[in-house]
C-alpha cells in the first residue's frame, strides 16, 4: 500500500519518491527484472536530465468541478493511463492539495527524528529514514506530524514524483550521480510510465501558470505601488430656511468626487501616498455660516458634507502627500507635504469618520481635529502598551511659503498632542491643540492664540452597537491689533447600529451643538461684547452595503438655528449618497 503519508511529506517540496522507493511495496519486487534497463537508464543520466514521459499541450484554464474520490492505495498493476480530457478533474485535484499544503507546510525535515508520529517499529520507517538521508525528500506538517496513514490520490501521487525527478535532476546536475541508485533510477522510469498523463497535465499546468505569471510582471504597474480608488455620486437638496430664503436660492443637484490613492511601501510597514482628487461640490446658498473663531469652512459654514471638495468644477490636485514609517518596535513617524491633519496622524476615535463610510456631514468627529492652520508638518506616535498611545505633532498651511512671516515657523501653525487610552471596549481621547493665526486668517483684526482641550470617546457595548461622543473648549487671545478674549464651545453624542439589516450595514445618529462663539470681547475704543446663540445638529443616516465595492447611504441633516443664531429658520438637507471602492 502506498499511504498518502508519502505525499503528505511533499507539500510544496518532493516527498513522493518514499512511496516510489518504499522496498516493502509491490514495485520493490520487479527491480530485478529491470536492471538492464536501469543500467542504460544511469548511463543516460550522465549525459542528460531526466524528463517526465510524454507532455500534453498547457491548460491555460480550468473550470473547476468536483474532486474526485481519494483512493487507499496505488497499484502496480498496468493501469490506463486518464485521457487527455480528464485533464480537469486532475488540475482540480492539484489545486485543492496546492490549497492544502500552502496552510499546513512545514520546512524539510533534517533527521526522521523530527516527526513525532513516525517510530521505529513502522513498516515505512527505514524508507522514510533513506529519504532524508539520501535525498533530502521528506517534510511534515507545522505541529512536526508526517500523517503517515492518509489516503492519497493518483493526481497527487504524480505531482510528487515529479516534485521528486526535480530533486533528482538536481543531483545529477550537480556531478552527484552516484547518489542515485540504479534502483531508484529504475522504479523512477516505471512510475514515469504509469503516471504520464498526469505529469503532463501538471507540467502543462506549471508552464501556463509560468507564463501568465511572466505576463504579469512585464505589464504591471509596479512592484511597490497600489492603486486605490473612491468615487461619490451624491444627490441632495435642501428645504426650510424660509427668513434666510433658503428653499427659494436652491434647487435638488447632483454632485460628484473621485480620489485616487498611490499607496507605496518600501518595506511593508511605511506607507507614501499621493492622492488625485476631483469633484463638482458647491455649497448651498443662502446659508448663514458661523462666526467661530480659527475654524475652516466645514466648522463654519455648518451643512458641508464629509466628502466635500472646494475645488473649481473637476480640477484635478493632488489633495494629499503623506509619508509614515516605523521607528523602532513602538514609534511611527509622520510626514505630511500636502494635506495632512491631525486625525491623520492621531486617532478621531469616531467610527463615523470616514468620508464615504461614514456620517454625511462634516460633523462625524470632534471639530477639535479641524482647528487652527493645518496641511504641511509631522507628527509622531508613541505605543507605550496596546492600550496607551502618546500622539504629537505640528502643522501649518503655508510651510511651502518663504514669505516674510510665513513659511514652516513664522506663519500661521498648530502644535498638538493626544493621549489616547483603550481600555477593554472603551476608547478615550484627550487631546490639546495650541494655534497661532494672523490677523487675516483669524478674522479677528488682530493676531489670535487659541488653546483647544478636547475629549472624545467610544464605547462598544456589543459587536452591534457603539455610543459616544466628544466635548471640546476653545480659548481665544487676541494679542495684536484690537487685543480681546473669547471662549468656545462644541459637544455632541453619537450612536451606531452596526449590521443592521446585512452584515456591512450602519444605521448612525449625531446629535450636538456646533461649534460656538459663546463669547468674543475686544478691548479699546470701540470694544464689543459678542454671544453667539448655539444651533443644534440632528443627523441620522443609514449606509447599506450593496457589493463589497458599492454601498448606498440616505440620510438626513436638520440644523435648528443655523449660524448659531436663534432668530434663523431651521433648515432640513436630504442626502443620498453611493460609494465606489476599487
Not at 521505529?120 to 503517515?148: K, M, N
Not at 510665513?406 to 495650541?434: C, H, I, R, S, W
Request: overall charge negative; aromatic content about 10%; some cysteine.
Amino acid at each position: 500500500m502506498l499511504p498518502k503519508v508519502l505525499w503528505n511529506s511533499l507539500l510544496v517540496t518532493p516527498a513522493v519518491l518514499g512511496a516510489a522507493l518504499l522496498s516493502t511495496s509491490a514495485i520493490a519486487a520487479d527491480v530485478n527484472s529491470t536492471t538492464d534497463s536501469a543500467e542504460a537508464l544511469l548511463n543516460d543520466v550522465t549525459a542528460s536530465e531526466l524528463t517526465v514521459a510524454p507532455e500534453a499541450a498547457p491548460v491555460a484554464e480550468v473550470a473547476p468541478v468536483e474532486a474526485p474520490a481519494q483512493v487507499a492505495q496505488v497499484v502496480t498493476e498496468p493501469v490506463a493511463a486518464p485521457a487527455p480530457a480528464a485533464s480537469t478533474a486532475s488540475l482540480e485535484e492539484i489545486n485543492q492539495y496546492s490549497r492544502e499544503v500552502r496552510s499546513n507546510s512545514m520546512s524539510q525535515v533534517t533527521s526522521v527524528s523530527q516527526l513525532s508520529d513516525v517510530q521505529p517499529t513502522d513498516w515505512a520507517f527505514q524508507a522514510l529514514q533513506s529519504l532524508v538521508e539520501r535525498y533530502g525528500c521528506i517534510a511534515g506538517y507545522p505541529d512536526g506530524t508526517y500523517r503517515g496513514n492518509r489516503a492519497m490520490t493518483r493526481y497527487e501521487f504524480a505531482a510528487g514524483m515529479n516534485a521528486c525527478l526535480d530533486r533528482v535532476n538536481e543531483l545529477i546536475a550537480a556531478g552527484l550521480a552516484d547518489a542515485v541508485t540504479r534502483e531508484d533510477l529504475a522504479t523512477l522510469q516505471r512510475l514515469q510510465e504509469e503516471f504520464a498523463a498526469e505529469l503532463a497535465t501538471l507540467r502543462g499546468r506549471v508552464d501556463a501558470l509560468e507564463a501568465r505569471t511572466a505576463e504579469l510582471e512585464a505589464n504591471q504597474f509596479s512592484t511597490t505601488t497600489v492603486l486605490r480608488g473612491r468615487t461619490i455620486f451624491a444627490v441632495s437638496d435642501i428645504f426650510g430656511g424660509e427668513n434666510l430664503g433658503v428653499d427659494d436660492a436652491n434647487n435638488a443637484v447632483f454632485q460628484s468626487r473621485v480620489r485616487l490613492n498611490f499607496d507605496t511601501s518600501f518595506t511593508g510597514e511605511d506607507r507614501l501616498r499621493a492622492r488625485l482628487q476631483a469633484g463638482n461640490f458647491e455649497g448651498f446658498n443662502n446659508v448663514p455660516s458661523s462666526a467661530f473663531i480659527g475654524g475652516p469652512s466645514s466648522v463654519t459654514t455648518q451643512t458641508e458634507y464629509s466628502f466635500q471638495t472646494n475645488t473649481p468644477s473637476y480640477e484635478v490636485r493632488i489633495s494629499r502627500l503623506e509619508y509614515y514609517f516605523p521607528l523602532g518596535e513602538n514609534v511611527t513617524v509622520y510626514l505630511g507635504a500636502r494635506g495632512e491633519s491631525i486625525s491623520d496622524i492621531v486617532t478621531s476615535v469616531s467610527p463615523f469618520d470616514d468620508p464615504e463610510q461614514g456620517s454625511l456631514s462634516y460633523f462625524g468627529y470632534n471639530p477639535i481635529y479641524d482647528i487652527g492652520a493645518q496641511g504641511i508638518g509631522a507628527g509622531a506616535t508613541i505605543d507605550f502598551t496596546d492600550n496607551i498611545q502618546l500622539g504629537f505633532g505640528y502643522l501649518t498651511d503655508d510651510g511651502n511659503d518663504p514669505d516674510e512671516k510665513e513659511g514652516l515657523f513664522n506663519g500661521d501653525y498648530t502644535a498638538f498632542g493626544q493621549l489616547t487610552l483603550t481600555p477593554g471596549d472603551l476608547t478615550v481621547a484627550l487631546t490639546y491643540a495650541n494655534s497661532y493665526l494672523t490677523a487675516d486668517s483669524a478674522g479677528t483684526g488682530g493676531s489670535t492664540v487659541l488653546n483647544a482641550y478636547g475629549v472624545s470617546a467610544n464605547f462598544s457595548l456589543n459587536d452591534t452597537i457603539q455610543i459616544g461622543g466628544w466635548i471640546s473648549y476653545i480659548d481665544s487671545s487676541i494679542f495684536t491689533g484690537a487685543t480681546g478674549e473669547g471662549e468656545g464651545w462644541t459637544y455632541a453624542g453619537t450612536l451606531g447600529f452596526a449590521d443592521l439589516g446585512r452584515e456591512g450595514s450602519l444605521l448612525g445618529f449625531i446629535v450636538g451643538v456646533p461649534p460656538r462663539q459663546a463669547f468674543l470681547e475686544t478691548f479699546g475704543p470701540g470694544g464689543t461684547v459678542t454671544q453667539e446663540d448655539a444651533a443644534l445638529h440632528v443627523e441620522g443616516f443609514y449606509r447599506y452595503p450593496l457589493t463589497d465595492n458599492i454601498s448606498i447611504t440616505p440620510g438626513v441633516i436638520w440644523l435648528m438655528d443655523p449660524g448659531n443664531e436663534n432668530d434663523n429658520d431651521d433648515i432640513v438637507i436630504g442626502v443620498v449618497r453611493t460609494s465606489f471602492s476599487f
